[in-house]
């Protein structure tokens, strides 16, 4: 059975079920495959053992499982790069923003990881001789930080249509934080329909800061944040598509969650990222990114400024 099979074909599933599942943006056995029994049990609103049992038969019929070190391989080399336009920051992500991934950008106010987003939103278009992937973006703008004038400047540092690239950019305004989640998993229809290469999410955390605040509500606010984060690795795994959110570290120690060191949202955040980018100001308006805990890349900074052009080396 491949992936475009319908929903309804899965042992388990009747036509109800289906169409409640594809209202909510799970409309391939893949997207079921990899989601939690408790997500599934609510989406559907059938019983957990149910939701157990359809979940096991799509694994079953997509052969999921134990996996061996060559299919591993096989997997890995349809990942790719998308580059971010300095070459030192290139090289300190060998080679730039990796598909089938969750990038973490974080740092403090200013620290310029809306421009990396944005940055990556135009260059993810570009073609694949020139680092790009040749494909469209999603960007899920949680502060109303997404200025389409700043992209266009930075298309045309490119030498690109800056109509067409912002053409190929979806946004989506989230208002709270339930709101954000729904994008994330409706993201899923875009990309069954355009050539999607890469999903931002600026700011993963802010909306959850907001809606969760007391100290009471944090064992909430981390659940909600665990389940979008999962629906983004989804994304990331089932669509060979780049994750890139940002996330502020707060510069205040009295704060609720704050540690300066820290991004916030804690360790699940953490965890579920491949890649973690620390962003701080410099001297001289120069910007450091500093990549922390890769799972085979070495740890290492790199120097870069913003100009109108965009992100370059200095
Ligand atoms: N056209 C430009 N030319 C030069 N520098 C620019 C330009 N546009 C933005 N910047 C720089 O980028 C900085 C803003 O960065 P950015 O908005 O990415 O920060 P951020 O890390 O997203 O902050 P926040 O946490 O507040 O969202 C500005 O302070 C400015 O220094
Ligand atoms: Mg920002």
Redesign the pocket.
């Known amino acids: 059975m491949s992936e475009d099979e319908e929903l309804e074909d899965l042992s388990g599933v009747g036509s109800k079920t289906a169409e409640k599942l594809r209202d909510a943006g799970y409309d391939s056995i893949m997207s079921i495959a990899t989601m939690s029994a408790a997500d599934l049990s609510e989406v559907a609103d059938i019983g957990n053992k149910t939701a157990q049992k359809i979940i096991k038969n799509a694994r079953d019929e997509l052969n999921l499982g134990f996996q061996k070190g060559t299919d591993k391989m096989e997997e890995r080399e349809n990942m790719s790069k998308i580059t971010l336009g300095s070459d030192n920051f290139d090289e300190l992500l060998d080679g730039g923003i990796e598909t089938q991934a969750i990038t973490e950008?974080y740092?403090?106010?200013?620290?310029?990881?809306?421009?990396?987003?944005?940055q990556a939103a135009v260059n993810v278009q570009m073609p694949k001789e020139e680092g790009g992937l040749d494909k469209g973006v999603i960007f899920i703008d949680t502060?109303d930080?997404f200025i389409p004038e700043?992209a266009k400047?930075m298309a045309e540092a490119n030498d690109m249509d800056p109509e067409e690239v912002l053409d190929n950019i979806y946004v989506a305004r989230a208002f709270n934080s339930d709101h954000q989640i729904l994008l994330a998993e409706k993201a899923q229809e875009i990309m069954e329909e355009n050539e999607i290469g890469l999903v931002v999410v600026?700011?993963l955390t802010a909306q959850f800061r907001s809606d969760y605040v007391g100290r009471g509500e944090l064992a909430e606010r981390q659940q909600k944040l665990n389940k979008h984060i999962h629906t983004l690795q989804r994304l990331a795994s089932a669509h060979n598509v780049a994750v890139l959110v940002?996330n502020?570290v707060l510069s205040n120690p009295g704060q609720l969650f704050g540690d300066p060191t820290n991004a916030s949202g804690g360790h699940i955040v953490g965890h579920a990222s491949s890649f973690r980018l620390y962003?701080r100001k410099s001297k001289k308006?120069k910007r450091i990114a500093r990549l922390v805990d890769c799972p085979y890349l070495p740890e290492g900074e790199a120097v870069f400024?913003?100009?109108?052009e965009g992100i370059v080396d200095p």
């Not at 740092?107 to 944005?118: I, P």
């Not at 400024?305 to 109108?308: E, I, Q």
């Open positions: 950008v740092g403090e106010y200013g620290s310029a990881k809306t421009q990396c987003a944005l502060e930080t700043r400047q600026d700011s940002t502020q962003l308006d400024k913003v100009k109108n």
